[in-house]
């Protein structure tokens, strides 16, 4: 049982560049999300998903998009790359309130 | 919309108690949490709350929740250097995909 994965763990991207995040799950949980965390802000809400097919917007969505094809699986997309979406993010999935997080992927926009 | 704040750093000596504080702005959270992120690493929860209980003790740790001031503590008794982390509180609400809230986070630094 190897809980929340993301892949890639690192990853460097040219201003304008484009790059999925994979964030898998082997729990079967129904809810999943994406966050950025910022210095001094905490965990700020990109996009999640309340099932399978589903998606949906949270605090700072734009520049992301997202899909939930399988279940078990929650994407996180940049089409166009950004020096402000230099960040670290989380995925993290759920049944009930508490949320399990993967490990995190550390982005750098030049 | 929603606000959870926290103060940003605390220090503590090995073996004294750690208290950190949350506040928050909206008053029909039904859980509120408390995460730990070590270094380099995901978010771990550590404890939570339901809104109708004033007080949660498990092993070190004690959870205050005061819901007329929206007040929230974390004490940590007998704080160890592997306490060292940053501490989130996180409020969450029934529906909307059980979406959490979460506060700026708390530096821990703990000395010996």
């Known amino acids: 049982n190897a809980g929340v994965t993301q892949t890639p763990k690192f990853r460097v991207l040219k201003t304008g560049q484009s790059m999925t995040l994979l964030c898998a799950q082997d729990?079967?949980?129904?809810?999943m999300y994406w966050y950025r965390q910022d210095p001094g802000m905490g965990l700020r809400l990109i996009h999640y998903?309340?099932?399978?097919?589903?998606?949906a917007k949270g605090e700072v969505p734009d520049g992301y998009n997202v899909s939930r094809l399988k279940k078990q699986n929650f994407l996180l997309g940049l089409e166009s790359a950004a020096p402000s979406q230099t960040s670290v993010y989380f995925c993290?999935?759920?049944?009930?309130?508490?949320?399990?997080f993967g490990p995190g992927t550390r982005l750098t926009v030049t | 919309g929603e606000d959870v704040e926290q103060s940003l750093f605390l220090s503590v000596r090995e073996g004294d108690s750690s208290v950190i504080n949350c506040t928050y702005t909206?008053?029909?959270?039904?859980?509120l949490y408390w995460y730990k992120q070590e270094p380099g690493a995901g978010l771990q929860l550590l404890t939570y709350?339901?809104?109708?209980?004033d007080m949660k003790q498990d092993q070190r740790l004690t959870v205050l929740l005061n819901k007329k001031d929206k007040h929230l503590s974390l004490r940590i008794a007998d704080t160890q250097t592997g306490d060292s982390a940053i501490y989130f509180c996180?409020?969450?609400?029934?529906?909307?995909?059980?979406?959490?809230?979460f506060g700026t986070g708390t530096q821990l630094k703990v000395e010996l």
């Open positions: 996180a409020e969450s609400f029934t529906g909307g995909g059980n979406k959490l809230t």
């Open positions: 729990m079967n949980h129904e809810y």
């Open positions: 909206d008053s029909s959270s039904t859980y």
């Open positions: 993290a999935s759920s049944v009930t309130g508490e949320q399990y």
């Open positions: 998903s309340v099932g399978e097919g589903t998606t």
């Open positions: 709350i339901f809104s109708n209980m």
